[in-house]
């Protein structure tokens, strides 16, 4: 990636280049189209013998056409970034967004698709409709609880993995860093009290992914807009009713049963996972001081994290991370996702499970400490671009050793598509600034 260029205002900035370009991604021809003859081949007559072969072995799409290499951003607009349910049409430019970070650092052709869907049934109807088309979907900015019964739908019922980057990304990228923070504080994962600040897609997930990667649930404790998630609390049974899966985490988390608030159950952590809502003064110095020393606290709230660092580290907390790039320790999505479908759709993965995420997780971590690690630089960066063939060969590893590849690879094999996959889309966007197909701002 090239060296990061010095931006005034983002917003006025995003503004004036979203109109002066139109478009973050567009599509572009992947032959050669040589003469007039040339469409023979690539469309009719000679298409035909492919469409004939593909409908003997279904298969046979994911080698003949872009199907390998494509994954659709689906997103109803119901919740978006931090601005809420703002609609599809205004989640455009968030998509695009994706879009382009898929393709710059993953090399995956991902499209943009807000949709005007009014149920959750309808937007998986909606997903299933995509499948003869994509080796993948990532769904995207979709409101709570809703987003969990798609994700757990269309798990059971697609062949091409299904991914919602709130939840699995976010809760992928949290375990990432705190294995590293935790190496750093001398702790290990089981055994450490966790408190996790926020009952919404990324700390649901978090708390079955940290689970399966070896902490103990009754070390967790989950807060949501009422307090502490516990099976006392009066309104337990319309959870059971209204969100079957914060009910979940107050039949399994808690072992202490207690009740309160952020302050209660704060007393004696040691870790902090905030993904509540914007700060900066969602979490009270007072709330973190309690913690056990050399606590970790991460942050994660955009664009205004639930608390700052500085504040936190004013409180005693040892380690800080957000998911801003302009503090140390970014905890992004981003680290992971692009990594994650390039090694998913290398081997044609059928799902992406858990087991594939935790060790997506461990290699990033792993990525990280070869390179030296400290209180403010537990992960990589977006920068660090050679980290994601890496994580995506490690991805693809688990899914030939879960049984969900159709496509069984070798960690080289992985390595080298992944590397090659990639550095042809950084390539490509070299060539066309060169060339001026894509050209450069205004001044």
């Known amino acids: ?88 049409v205004a989640a455009l430019p968030v998509m695009e967004g994706k879009a382009l970070i898929y393709n710059y650092l993953g090399g995956v052709n991902a499209v943009p698709l807000p949709v005007q869907t009014g149920s959750e049934e309808e937007l998986i109807a909606f997903a299933r409709a995509l499948e003869p088309a994509v080796g993948g979907i990532n769904l995207e900015d979709i409101e709570s609880p809703k987003c969990f019964e798609v994700l757990d739908t269309l798990r059971g019922k697609m062949a091409v993995p299904v991914w919602h980057d709130d939840q699995q990304g976010t809760a992928g990228v949290v375990l990432a860093g705190l294995f590293n923070a935790l190496e750093l504080t001398d702790r290990k994962l089981r055994g450490s009290r966790i408190v996790l600040l926020g009952a919404g897609a990324a700390n649901v997930a978090a708390v079955r992914l940290l689970t399966e990667a070896g902490a103990d649930p009754h070390d967790i404790i989950v807060l949501d807009s009422k307090g502490i998630l516990q099976l006392e609390r009066e309104d337990v049974d319309q959870l059971s009713l209204r969100n079957r899966w914060k009910y979940d985490i107050a039949l399994t988390t808690n072992g202490d049963r207690r009740t309160g608030g952020v302050d209660d159950a704060l007393a004696g952590a040691d870790v902090l996972v905030a993904a509540a809502g914007q700060g900066p003064h969602l979490v009270r110095r007072s709330d973190v001081s309690l913690m056990n020393k050399r606590a970790i606290a991460f942050f994660l709230a955009n664009p205004v994290p639930e608390m700052l660092p500085s504040d936190a580290i004013a409180a005693g907390v040892e380690i800080v991370a957000t998911g801003r790039s302009d503090f140390p320790n970014q905890v992004n999505n981003s680290l992971l996702f692009p990594a994650i479908f390039r090694g998913a759709l290398d081997v044609r993965a059928r799902t992406i499970t858990d087991a594939m995420v935790i060790a997506a997780a461990n290699e990033l971590a792993a990525f990280a400490r070869r390179r030296g690690i400290d209180s403010t630089h537990i992960l990589p960066t977006m920068v660090e671009w050679e980290v994601y063939p890496r994580v995506a060969a490690t991805v693809g590893q688990a899914a030939v050793k879960g049984g969900q590849a159709r496509k069984k690879l070798t960690w080289k094999e992985s390595l080298r598509s992944a590397t090659d996959t990639i550095d042809r889309a950084r390539q490509t966007m070299a060539v066309l600034r060169r060339s001026g197909v894509i050209r450069e701002p205004p001044a």
């Open 1 to 88: 990636m090239p060296r990061r260029k010095r931006v005034g205002d983002p917003s006025k900035e995003a503004l004036k280049l979203s109109k002066f370009y139109g478009a973050k991604v567009t599509s572009a021809p992947n032959v050669p189209v040589r003469s007039l003859s040339d469409f023979s081949i690539w469309y009719t007559p000679g298409v035909a013998a492919v469409s004939r072969a593909i409908a003997s072995d279904p298969d046979l799409a994911f080698e003949y056409t872009g199907r390998w290499n494509t994954v659709a951003i689906l997103t109803d607009g119901s919740r978006v970034l931090g601005l809420g349910k703002i609609g599809p």
